[in-house]
């Protein structure tokens, strides 16, 4: 879902927010101000802060991020990638629609559900059939 009143920033412009004052991060076409959260990302200030002003996607789904982890990072988007940048975000171009689309789905996470209903179903087919009166 495309958010309007969000704002767009270049990748420039998050580049300059590189500073303990101010850090910002790309993920997927996402901006994310991390510069208060930081020190208190479990997986370390420093970690964070090395990526900051950059495009760190592919670290970031690399971690394997919890659905804890995604539902914080949502609070603390505070805009998107212009659309003239979001071509250039590696591993992203021309996909920006369906990952648009789709946020947070993707990698193994994807997959757990189709495998969930196949096994549900597979369940199903070859347990015994309810008794009947004969
Ligand atoms: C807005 C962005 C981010 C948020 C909200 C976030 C949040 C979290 C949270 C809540 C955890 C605890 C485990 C979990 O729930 O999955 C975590 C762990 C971790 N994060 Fe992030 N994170 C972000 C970005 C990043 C980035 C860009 C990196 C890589 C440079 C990173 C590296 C790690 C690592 C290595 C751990 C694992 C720590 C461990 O298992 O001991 N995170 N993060």
Redesign the pocket.
């Known amino acids: 879902m495309h958010n309007s009143k969000m704002s767009t920033y270049s990748l420039e412009e998050v580049a300059k927010h590189n500073k303990r004052s101010s850090c910002w991060?790309v993920?997927r076409e996402g901006i994310?101000d991390?510069t208060n959260?930081m020190k208190e990302?479990?997986?370390?200030e420093e970690?964070?802060f090395?990526?900051g002003g950059r495009d760190?996607t592919e670290?970031?789904y690399a971690?394997?991020?919890?659905t804890?982890?995604r539902m914080?990072?949502a609070k603390?988007k505070i805009g998107e990638l212009c659309d003239e940048d979001k071509a250039k975000i590696k591993g992203t171009a021309g996909k920006s629609d369906s990952l648009n689309a789709t946020p947070f789905k993707g990698g193994v996470s994807a997959w757990i559900y189709p495998i969930a209903i196949a096994i549900g179903a597979a369940l199903l087919y070859f347990s015994p059939m309810p008794q009947g009166p004969n």
């Not at 990302?41 to 370390?44: I, R, S």
């Not at 971690?63 to 919890?66: L, T, V």
């Open positions: 991060l993920i994310y991390v959260f990302h479990p997986g370390g970690l964070m090395e990526q760190s670290l970031f971690i394997g991020h919890s804890d982890a914080l990072m603390l």
